[in-house]
DNA sequence: TGTTAAGCGAGACGGTACGTCGCGTCTTAAT
DNA sequence: ATTAAGACGCGACGTACCGTCTCGCTTAACA
């Protein structure tokens, strides 16, 4: 690995672990830099400013997501957000999450690399209601893009305003009713 | 109103207007007091920190919101909606709103602003299930707490990652989808 | 004394101290705040910049100064260098007259404060040579100003290039030529 | 001229030029680098740090100086000078001069070329000096060391002070005063 | 004539200090 | 007793140069 990238990896590890540690309260450039090695003037050489280090810390705590093909629409919903969900803190969760969806309201790069990451999730999604509209599961004229909507929406509220426990039952009842739905034909 | 009563508005005044006009980015104690005429000091009597003048300024941009009832539930949510929706952007709606939900989740004190702020909407679309449960549309089954999650997630959702325009199009492709998901019976 | 004062003083003294033991080059804003207890946005508040401040504590260390009158041009020239010199050690007042000297070069509030530091030197002397041309010791036609260089001059060229060492004969052989030189008529 | 010869001179090349533009404040090592095409590491190689660099661009500013015999004193002097003096301006002559006096207060690399530096100038002037005291115009006891700080001092001093205008009459007050220290026979 | 080592450019790095911004606290004088 | 005014301590920001460190590539001298 190049000096650079070595630079570059080893700031990210530290600002990703001060991150999950400290929370965005204490993320600061001048601890990832402390604790990290990497001088501070070298971080800003690889990121123009603390939010977008910030962005990236937390977007590469965002797992790759599968795209599971149980053969049903409610199978494979419930194989995906079974396969994504668990944070060890929804709080802190929420935490990450609200402060990069604000740091992207007024920085254009944040908000291009937020829907980069949000698309890592958006896309298998997005798959799965395609093939349930190629089963017939879904109404042709469903549009995917609502369909995602109608998907994560319901989650992240949830998260957001901590009133979701991510208990099996809140998870099975909230799927129940948005499979039932985007199956629904009117 | 008394002197004191009077140096809160006209520094809660100046926190909205400034908020509005400067979005968070540009929302400052400092320019707060300097624009209002009030004196630091005293705003600092009047709100333990930046943070919760801030979510009290976001709090007061928040209308206040009708129950509508127009015998179904369709209907009470359309009606609902149309009422609520357009502000002047939604980007800067997105941006009040996840930089609240941002400091709610470090401050309990604004969490629990927030979540009166929240509650003032969720209270009336609770009503609007609780009614249709009543008439028989939504099954008695389901609980009008993840009911909620289903009707205001995937605007929030939509609103936050930017895919949303509101046109009316969208707005009633989205209530469609969940409209069917409350009155499906399984 | 005023709480602003106090902090100004504060910072001022530690500059100076510090000036004293570490010379120009470890002169450091940063090292001031830190030994004076006075905050670093604080000691920019009193000075626009580290040459400002530092400016100041070389000059606070020029001493006042008296203005001899023996009733000899030699005399009075031989007390006020003898009232003068020594400081600690001729090279850090070296360092530090170069050292504000340059400063001046680019900074005009530095220069301003420079010239008057200097004329707290040259006032005393002009003094001298006119009462020297008072009693005819002087001829009249001698401009105080070029007066003035010369006196000052043969120190200032010695201690920069290094090559005085304050001994009372170097001293003597100097104000000798100096004397000479203003007293003689053309 | 060698490949090593060839970098070295355009980076010393470059070097002047930066400091006459752009005076001392404006001097740096990575605008040198980049107006010469020399990199940064090869000026690292020919020069130990910035200062040394700087010194020696002031320093091949300063032209080689004559020694003149004209049969006298004052002519000799003044010889001298008026093939010394005018610099396009004598602020960044002060400037210059200055800057390269306080760096050699730290550094005695610099401090040594400095001295080479100023005895292009006092070997000349003790030269004179020492033919006047051969023709007798000078008195033998006078150490030319003293009479150099006696010649030099004054227009050392009302430079550094921004108090000469190099005009030719208070070139000429002050020689007359210089010369006729140095000729009373005490 | 081909090989090799010294020297070069390019450019990132660790580091120190700079000067700035905004926070929340404190003091003082006036209302 | 509360306010306006304004300085203060503090912590972090982002920047400028410093002097150092690989890295390939050139080039000149030696085999």
Known sequence: MSRSAEAR???L???TDLLRVR???GFTVEE????SGVAKTTIYRHWPNADHLLAEAVSCQIAPLPTPNTGSLEGDLRAFFSAVVPPESLESLAQMLTGVLYA???DPAIRAALEEAVSRRTGPIKTIIELAQARGEVPAYVDPERAVDLVEGPFLFAVLTGRLTFQPSEVDELLGLIVAGLTAVR
């Open 32 to 35: 990832v830099a402390k604790t």
């Open 104 to 106: 992207a309201t007024y």
């Open 9 to 11: 990896q080893k700031a």
């Open 23 to 25: 929370g965005i309260p």
């Open 13 to 15: 590890t530290a600002a």
